[in-house]
């Protein structure tokens, strides 16, 4: 990758990524789009930027021309509990968006990364270790265009050559931005609530196993599946990638062992949950590990503390992450 063009940059991945893979490559090499301009953004601030409706193939066909980028991170979707509320844009925006980016990246013959999801899995999957190669027949908007947006991605290698790459993102926690919709979105607010209240109520229920991972990880994966060899890829569109599974009750446990007086109760969303029932508890990410050495960092523990100092930050309020205190 020398000059990459990224959709949904204030997004909650994009926001992140934009900053790291300028790091990386150069900051003029990193030209971030999104459909609004949000003044005093740092991802706006710190390097090209411009707004792009990724719904409007000639401006975003133009804009790869001009900026010459031959990396293409496609990132604008809705994600899972909003698509649930507004299918019809969620099926226009994340399939016709999608459509379009693929398009750019035959026309110019750039490489190309979209992410999926363990929202792509839906009840009739084995929900304990998933499989990499396994049925996929999910039940909300989200996961029809995820699934769908895996075979094009497929599609458009086989039948184009396009080099497209993809992951199955679990839930992703960061502090950076606030959650945007989505279901596995307890497992931020929850460090907010803890700093703020000292007390969380969950909208999803006690043992509902979700797997998740820290932001740096997920950066990390991006990256290092767009630098490996494309001759290891087997997979390519939709790699089974995770760091953890927990349930709320572990999270807010892991929580305690910084904060002792904090205290969870719930209020189960029947939506959300209902989403959260139709995904796996835990994912088999053996291919990612095998054909492109994937290797996340953090665990629950190591990612609460980094949570709750950075938040402490952001928020100011006064936090120490004393030692782990015994469980
Ligand atoms: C969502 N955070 O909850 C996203 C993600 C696996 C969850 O796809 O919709």
């Known amino acids: 990758m020398k000059k990459i063009l990224v959709t949904g940059c204030l997004?909650?991945?994009?926001?992140?990524?934009?900053m790291r893979m300028r790091e990386i490559y150069g900051t003029e090499n990193v030209i971030a789009t999104d459909i609004?301009?949000?003044?005093?953004?740092?991802?706006?601030?710190?390097?090209?930027?411009?707004?792009?409706?990724?719904?409007d193939y000639e401006a975003m066909l133009n804009m790869a021309k001009k900026y010459q980028v031959d990396t293409?991170?496609?990132?604008?979707?809705?994600?899972?509990?909003?698509?649930?509320?507004k299918t019809k844009l969620a099926w226009d925006l994340n399939m016709g968006g999608l459509v379009n980016a693929l398009e750019v990246a035959r026309e110019l013959k750039l490489k190309f990364f979209t992410p999926s999801?363990?929202?792509?899995?839906?009840?009739?999957?084995?929900q304990d270790l998933t499989p990499q190669d396994t049925i996929q027949r999910p039940t909300t908007m989200y996961g029809v265009t995820k699934v769908?947006?895996?075979?094009?991605?497929?599609?458009?290698?086989?039948?184009?050559?396009?080099d497209t790459r993809g992951v199955r993102f679990p839930g992703l926690i960061s502090y950076k931005t606030l959650p945007g919709g989505g279901t596995t979105d307890y497992a931020v607010d929850i460090y907010y609530e803890a700093l703020k209240n000292k007390k969380y109520t969950?909208?999803?229920?006690?043992?509902?196993?979700?797997?998740?991972?820290?932001?740096?990880?997920?950066?990390?994966a991006i990256i290092k599946l767009m630098e490996a060899d494309p001759a290891k890829l087997k997979h390519r569109n939709a790699f089974n990638i995770t760091a953890m599974s927990f349930e709320p009750e572990q999270i807010a446990a892991s929580i305690r062992k910084f904060i002792p007086e904090?205290?969870?109760?719930?209020d189960v969303d029947p939506v959300r949950q209902g989403i959260a029932n139709s995904w796996?508890?835990?994912?088999?990410?053996?291919?990612?590990?095998?054909?492109?050495?994937?290797?996340?960092?953090?665990?629950?523990?190591?990612?609460t503390k980094d949570m709750l100092e950075n938040l402490s930050k952001k928020l100011g309020i006064p936090f120490k992450a004393k030692e782990l205190v015994s469980a």
């Open 280 to 303: 796996p508890n835990s994912l088999d990410a053996s291919a990612a590990y095998q054909e492109w050495d994937f290797n996340p960092q953090y665990d629950l523990d190591r990612m």
């Open 11 to 18: 997004g909650q991945i994009g926001s992140e990524l934009v």
């Open 72 to 85: 293409f991170i496609h990132l604008a979707a809705l994600l899972s509990a909003v698509a649930e509320k």
């Open 202 to 220: 969950s909208f999803i229920g006690k043992g509902t196993y979700m797997d998740m991972m820290y932001m740096p990880d997920a950066i990390d």
């Open 148 to 162: 769908a947006g895996e075979l094009l991605c497929d599609y458009y290698f086989t039948k184009f050559g396009v």
């Open 117 to 126: 999801s363990i929202g792509s899995f839906g009840p009739g999957t084995p």
């Open 262 to 266: 904090f205290e969870m109760d719930y």
């Open 36 to 55: 609004r301009r949000v003044d005093g953004n740092i991802v706006i601030e710190s390097g090209p930027f411009e707004i792009l409706d990724v719904m």
